[in-house]
C-alpha cells in the first residue's frame, strides 16, 4: 500500500474483532476506526481458559485496569494446567505457568528439570499454589491485595465482550450493523469496500476479518489456502456442558484423558465448564456424549456439539486482508491459545502498521506472515507432543496417537530429550521466542514420563539444596488467600460472582 494507511474496518464483534479495534485505537488514535458486525450472528461462548499474555494484554496494552475487570467479568486465576495424562501409574502432572524447570535453586548446579525427572513433579510457586488450591493474592501491610506469579484467567465469553463493547463505545470507533454480503474490490484485488445487505458500503484502506471459522474476507472473498494440522491433531468435535459450583474453585485448568479424546474442565465463580474434544473418526456423537455424561453426573444443562478443523490459513494478511483469531485458523483448546494467538497476530499487525509509518510495505507484510505461520506450527508442534506420549488410556483413539501423531518440528527436541534429557540444548531446534520455550517442553516431556536414556546424578548437596527449596515455596505461599476470598474482595465488598 503506496499511500499511508487512514480507515481500518474491522470485521467482527467477538472478542478477536473488539480487542483488535481497542489495540488499533490505543496505538493508532489518527486513523478512523469502524467496526462492522451483525447482531443476528451468535458470538460462540464456550468460556475461554487463558495464558499469561492475556492479562497483560487486557490491563497494559488495551489499558483495563483489574478494578473495572473484575466486577464486570468476575474471572477466576489460572496458574497452569493439571494433566490426568501421560504415565497410566501416576495420577496426573502440573504444568505451571512460571518457570518450574528453569529457575534453579540457590547454590545448585542442577536446573529443576534435574529433579523433577526423578518425581514426575513440577516444583514452583505456582505449583505449589496449585497444590494447595490457594489463589496468587497476598493481602500486604497495607490492607490492599498483592497479585505475585505469573497467572491467566479463567473468563466467560459474553461478559469479556460486553466490557470490551463498554470500551469501544468509550471511543471514538463508529459502529455499523448490518451482514456484510459482498466485497467490492480493485484491480490487483484489493478490497475496497464491504457491502451490507441494506446496501450501504463501508469503504476503508486495511480490513480486519474477525468474522470466525466463516473467515468471510479472507478464506470466502480471497480464497486463501486452508493448511490442515490433521496429520497430528485428530480431534474434530466437540460437546460442552457446565454445572452449578459446589466445590472449592481450582486455581487450574484440568485436563483429563478420554477414550477418544480428552476432556476440559474450566473454573468460574458460580459454576464449572466441561468439554469432551475427541476425534468422530473414533467415537460417534452418541456415544462420546454418554461417556461425556457418565464422567460428570452433575450436568445440570444440555449438553451442544461444536466441530472444528484445526489448521491455519496459509498466510494471515493477504492484500488489504488481516485475519485474527479463528477467521485465522483454530486448534483445539488443549493448552488455551486461541487468545494468546489473537494477541500475537494483533502485535504483529500494529507493528507493521507502525514500522511502515502507517503504510503496509511488502517486505514487512512477508515478514509478519512467516512469523505468523512460525507461531501456529509452534502450537501444532507443542500439542502433538501431548497426543503422541499420552499413555493414560489405552484405547484404539490413543494406541493410533501413539504409532501415528507426526511431532513437526518438535521432532528433533523429542529426540534430544530422549538421549540427553533435560538439557538446556533441547530447546537449540527451537526458535527464538518459541511460545512455550524450555519450561513447557519440559514440563510436558517430564510431567508424561517421556522415555529417556539419561540417568541423573544428583549428588548429596544437590539434594539438600533441593528440598530446602521445596521447602521455601511451602512457606513463601502458605499465606496466600483462598481463591473464593480473593475473588470476592476484587468483585467488591459483599458482591459474589455469578
Not at 494446567?81 to 504415565?87: A, E, K, L
Amino acid at each position: 500500500m503506496d499511500e499511508p494507511i487512514t480507515r481500518i474496518v474491522v470485521l467482527g464483534a467477538g472478542s478477536a474483532g473488539l480487542m483488535t479495534a481497542l489495540a488499533l485505537h490505543r496505538a493508532f488514535p489518527t486513523i478512523k476506526l469502524t467496526v462492522v458486525h451483525c447482531p443476528d450472528e451468535p458470538i460462540i461462548g464456550v468460556g475461554e481458559s487463558t495464558t499469561v499474555a492475556f492479562p497483560q494484554f487486557v490491563h497494559q496494552s488495551l489499558g483495563i485496569l483489574p478494578a473495572e475487570f473484575f466486577p464486570t467479568v468476575r474471572p477466576s486465576w489460572k496458574l497452569g494446567i493439571r494433566f490426568i495424562w501421560g504415565d497410566p501409574t501416576v495420577p496426573y502432572f502440573d504444568y505451571p505457568f512460571d518457570s518450574a524447570m528453569s529457575n534453579k535453586p540457590p547454590a545448585s548446579a542442577k536446573m529443576p528439570a534435574y529433579f523433577c525427572l526423578e518425581s514426575g513433579r513440577s516444583e514452583s510457586r505456582c505449583a505449589s499454589l496449585m497444590d494447595q488450591q490457594l489463589s496468587p493474592c497476598f493481602v500486604a501491610q497495607d490492607g490492599q491485595i498483592v497479585v505475585n506469579d505469573a497467572f491467566g484467567y479463567h473468563v466467560e465469553n459474553e461478559p469479556l465482550v460486553n466490557l470490551l463493547w463498554n470500551k469501544i463505545n468509550a471511543t471514538p470507533i463508529e459502529v455499523v450493523e448490518g451482514r456484510v454480503v459482498d466485497a467490492p474490490r480493485q484491480g490487483n484485488g484489493a478490497i475496497i469496500a464491504l457491502r451490507l445487505n441494506d446496501d450501504r458500503h463501508v469503504a476503508g484502506d486495511l480490513f480486519v476479518d474477525a468474522s470466525g471459522f466463516r473467515s468471510r474476507l479472507l478464506r470466502e472473498e480471497l480464497q486463501v489456502p486452508f493448511v490442515s494440522y490433521a496429520s497430528s491433531l485428530y480431534c474434530d468435535t466437540a460437546v460442552i456442558g457446565s454445572w452449578r459450583r459446589e466445590a472449592p474453585i481450582l486455581p487450574y485448568t484440568t485436563a483429563e484423558t478420554m477414550s477418544a479424546g480428552w476432556c476440559w474442565q474450566i473454573e468460574f465463580p458460580d459454576h464449572v465448564t466441561r468439554g469432551y474434544v475427541f476425534s468422530s473418526a473414533f467415537i460417534t456423537r452418541e456415544a462420546a456424549e454418554q461417556e461425556f455424561r457418565a464422567r460428570n453426573p452433575a450436568f445440570e444443562s444440555d449438553v451442544r456439539f461444536v466441530p472444528f478443523d484445526s489448521g491455519r490459513s496459509s498466510e494471515f494478511w493477504t492484500q488489504n486482508v488481516v485475519a485474527i483469531g479463528n477467521a485465522a485458523g483454530f486448534t483445539e483448546p488443549l493448552e488455551a491459545t486461541a487468545l494468546h494467538l489473537v494477541i500475537e497476530q494483533i502485535r504483529l499487525l500494529c507493528r507493521v502498521v507502525s514500522e511502515g509509518n502507517l503504510r503496509t510495505l511488502p517486505g514487512l507484510r512477508a515478514a509478519a506472515n512467516h512469523r505468523f505461520r512460525l507461531l501456529w506450527d509452534e502450537v501444532r508442534d507443542f500439542l502433538s507432543i501431548h497426543f503422541r506420549f499420552n499413555r493414560h488410556l489405552d484405547t484404539p483413539f490413543w494406541q493410533h496417537c501413539q504409532r501415528s501423531v507426526d511431532l513437526g518440528g518438535a521432532a528433533g527436541l523429542v529426540e534430544l530429550f530422549q538421549e540427553a534429557g533435560p538439557s538446556t540444548l533441547c530447546t537449540t531446534s527451537l526458535p527464538s521466542g518459541h511460545v512455550f520455550g524450555y519450561d513447557g517442553f519440559m514440563s510436558l516431556l517430564v510431567g508424561q514420563r517421556v522415555p529417556t536414556r539419561f540417568r541423573n546424578d544428583l549428588s548429596a548437596h544437590d539434594r539438600e539444596r533441593w528440598d530446602q527449596y521445596r521447602q521455601a515455596l511451602r512457606e513463601q505461599t502458605r499465606h496466600a488467600l483462598p481463591m473464593r476470598v480473593a475473588i470476592d474482595q476484587l468483585c467488591g465488598p459483599g458482591r459474589r460472582p455469578g
